[in-house]
């Protein structure tokens, strides 16, 4: 037991050594008992440390502002480590770029899409909660009305909170339909606390192409965690196929998405309406 004492105490003689010169402002000064006090807080920086055997060794401790100082490194170190940890999770969104920036803030808001913002924000903002549901949201509607880029801003949203997303079409799948053979893509879509499919529907109608969007879907909907689904088609479309092998694609989708209809003008038209304004009132006024 005595070397394991002697030993500690050769430890703490070596830091004790080396925080004397970390632990030192400029100005600190001794008191009346000769410890070391700090020249901005006053405090101690230092106390003598009593051994069973009876030694006394004067070591280092922190003043109000040394705890501090080191309260605020890590802090720092920890953000450093945030910011690093959801760039690598957005490199391996497979999100669009031009996406990529998209948040809720960002997002202009008008009276066509303000409803669906609110869900969608609310969505992001519950996310932990809904995870564990399995509940995931439909966006379905007009073409153009920004259910992709709203989607993206949930995706942008989870993953700032460190959540892990994958961004992706079906169409992108089945063009790249090797990826399902890739052990590492289908590990990666499944471990993902978010999938986000987008344009459902664009997808050829080829038996292969249903099979594997189904598989996409039922092999998401096992895991027990969520998707968004974006998709141009109306509700009736989906609830009354007109191709029957579709049914039951839509139907796993029903039961775990929560449905969030798109029904304003298209931005493309909202775009060329502001143009026609814009040379209207060049040319004519
Ligand atoms: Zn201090």
């Given at each position: 037991?005595?070397?394991?004492?002697?030993?500690?105490?050769?430890?703490?003689?070596?830091?004790?050594?080396?925080?004397?010169?970390t632990?030192?402002?400029?100005?600190?000064?001794?008191?009346?008992?000769?410890?070391?006090?700090?020249?901005?807080c006053?405090?101690?920086k230092?106390?003598?440390l009593?051994?069973?055997?009876?030694?006394?060794?004067?070591?280092?401790?922190?003043?109000?502002?040394?705890?501090?100082?080191?309260?605020?490194?890590?802090?720092?170190?920890n953000?450093?480590?945030?910011?690093?940890?959801?760039?690598?999770?957005?490199?391996?969104?497979?999100?669009?770029?031009?996406?990529?920036?998209s948040?809720?803030?960002?997002l202009?808001?008008?009276?066509?899409?303000?409803?669906?913002?609110?869900?969608?924000?609310?969505?992001?903002?519950?996310f932990?909660?809904?995870?564990?549901?399995n509940?995931?949201?439909?966006?379905?509607?007009?073409v153009?009305?920004?259910?992709?880029?709203?989607?993206?801003?949930?995706?942008?949203?989870?993953?700032?909170?460190?959540?892990?997303v994958?961004?992706?079409?079906?169409v992108?799948?089945?063009?790249?339909?090797?990826?399902?053979?890739?052990?590492?893509?289908?590990r990666?879509?499944?471990?993902?606390?978010?999938?986000?499919?987008?344009?459902?529907?664009a997808?050829?109608?080829?038996?292969f192409?249903?099979?594997?969007?189904?598989?996409?879907?039922?092999?998401?909907?096992?895991?027990?965690?969520?998707?968004?689904?974006?998709?141009?088609?109306?509700?009736?479309e989906?609830q009354?196929?007109?191709?029957i092998?579709y049914?039951?694609?839509?139907?796993?989708?029903?039961?775990?998405?929560?449905?969030?209809?798109?029904?304003?003008?298209s931005?493309?038209?909202?775009?060329?309406?502001?143009?026609?304004?814009?040379?209207?009132?060049?040319?004519?006024?």
């Amino acid at each position: 037991m005595e070397s394991l004492g002697d030993a500690f105490k050769e430890v703490l003689r070596a830091n004790t050594k080396e925080q004397r010169t970390t632990n030192f402002e400029k100005g600190d000064y001794k008191d009346d008992e000769g410890f070391l006090r700090c020249c901005i807080c006053h405090e101690r920086k230092e106390f003598d440390l009593e051994f069973p055997d009876g030694e006394v060794m004067r070591v280092p401790v922190l003043c109000k502002c040394g705890v501090r100082k080191r309260d605020e490194e890590a802090e720092r170190k920890n953000l450093a480590e945030k910011v690093e940890r959801i760039k690598m999770l957005k490199a391996n969104s497979l999100m669009d770029r031009k996406f990529m920036e998209s948040t809720f803030d960002s997002l202009v808001v008008n009276q066509d899409n303000v409803k669906q913002v609110k869900i969608c924000r609310r969505y992001a903002e519950k996310f932990e909660e809904l995870r564990k549901k399995n509940q995931g949201l439909l966006l379905f509607g007009t073409v153009g009305s920004g259910k992709t880029h709203l989607a993206c801003c949930i995706g942008n949203y989870v993953m700032d909170n460190l959540r892990a997303v994958i961004a992706t079409s079906l169409v992108k799948i089945l063009q790249n339909a090797d990826l399902l053979k890739d052990d590492g893509f289908v590990r990666q879509m499944s471990m993902a606390d978010l999938l986000i499919l987008d344009d459902l529907g664009a997808e050829r109608g080829t038996d292969f192409a249903l099979e594997t969007v189904y598989n996409v879907i039922d092999s998401r909907y096992r895991t027990g965690k969520p998707m968004i689904v974006t998709t141009n088609m109306t509700l009736a479309e989906m609830q009354n196929p007109a191709d029957i092998r579709y049914k039951r694609i839509y139907d796993r989708i029903f039961e775990v998405c929560y449905p969030v209809e798109f029904t304003g003008k298209s931005w493309r038209m909202r775009e060329a309406a502001t143009r026609f304004d814009a040379m209207k009132k060049l040319l004519e006024e």
